[in-house]
C-alpha cells in the first residue's frame, strides 16, 4: 500500500488562508444550493455531555457533498467557564474525508471556521429573505460569530447605519475595529429596543453560550415594522431559539436552515434556506412580509467552506502534510 497523507491546518495557518467576503459566501452559497436539490447528505446531529462537567457539551455534525469529493465531520465543544482558566469558550475541529473511499483527508482547527460559517449563513439568508433596499441593521450580541455577521451583511447589503447592542466586555473593541474596517460608523445601542426599532434587518445573537453570556429577552413586534427579516443564531440543540420569537403575532414565514429540525413544528413553517437558494421555494414575495429566518449551524456549510480553504492552503502550501497510514 502506499503511504496515506492527511493536510492539517492548526489556528494561525486559518488565518494565514486571508478567506475574502466573496469566497466565503460563494462557498456557503454553493453548499446550500447542493442541500436545496438533494444532492448532499447530512447525517444526524448529536449533542454530547460529559459526565464529569455539566458546564458544557459538544456537539457533533457531519455532511456529504458529492459534487466538492467531500465527507466532513465537525465537533464543537461548548464549555461556558473556560475563560476561567484561560481557554476558549468555544472549540471545534473538522476533519475531512474522501466520500467514496472513507479515507481522511483534513483535520482543520475549526475555531474561526464556526464563526465564518455563522456569518455567511446569515448574509445568505438575508440575501434570499430581506428587502432589496435593506438600509438599517439592528445586531443583538457582540461575539466573535457577530463580527462576521455584520462583516458579510454590510458586504452585500452596504448599510447606512448599523447599530450593535451588547453588555459584553469586548463589544467597544469589536464596534472600533468594525467602524475601521468597514469605512462606516458601527453604533453601541444601550437597549435591545433602541437596536432593533426600525431596523431593516435583525439579527439576535444574543443567546449564543459565551462567557458573557447575558439573558435572553423576548422582542416585541411593536419594534419589529412590516419588511422586516429577523434572523436568529442559537446552538445546534436549539434549546435558546426563543430568544427572537415574536409576542402578540406571528411571523408571514418561517424559514431554517435544517428542516428536519424545526420546518415541521414552527408555526407559519415555510422552507428551508437551501430549497429558496436552489430556487425549489420562493423567498420574498413581497415588501411588507415578516420573515423570521432560524438558523443553528449547518454541517453542509462547514464542508462547503472547508473545501475552499483546503484548495486555498494547496495553492499557498500553507500547512502541514501528516503521515497516516
Known sequence: MHPLHIVYLNGPDIDRLGLDDTEILDAVESGLDAQGRQRAVMGPDTQLVPESDRSGH??????????????????????????????????????????????????????????????AMTAVGAKYLARKTSKVLGHLGADASAYWNIRLLNHLFDFDEIRVHSPAAQAREMLDALSQELGKQVTSAHRREECVRGADIVVDASQRPTAARVEIELLDTEWIRPGTLVITCATMGGDHMNGAEMRGGTMDKVVVDDGNRYIGNAKNGHAQLGEIVAQRRPGRERDAE??????????LADVALASVVLDKAGATSIGQTLRWE
Do not use: K, W
Open 58 to 119: 459538544f456537539d457533533v455534525s457531519g455532511g456529504v457533498i458529492e459534487s466538492l469529493g467531500l465527507a466532513g465531520v465537525m465537533v464543537a465543544g461548548a464549555f461556558g467557564n473556560n475563560h476561567e482558566i484561560g481557554l476558549p469558550s468555544e472549540a471545534g475541529m473538522l476533519t475531512l474525508f474522501d466520500p467514496a473511499t472513507g479515507v481522511p483527508l483534513a483535520i482543520m482547527n475549526a475555531n474561526s471556521l464556526m464563526h465564518i460559517r455563522t456569518g
Open 290 to 299: 415578516i420573515i423570521l429566518y432560524r438558523q443553528c449551524g449547518l454541517a
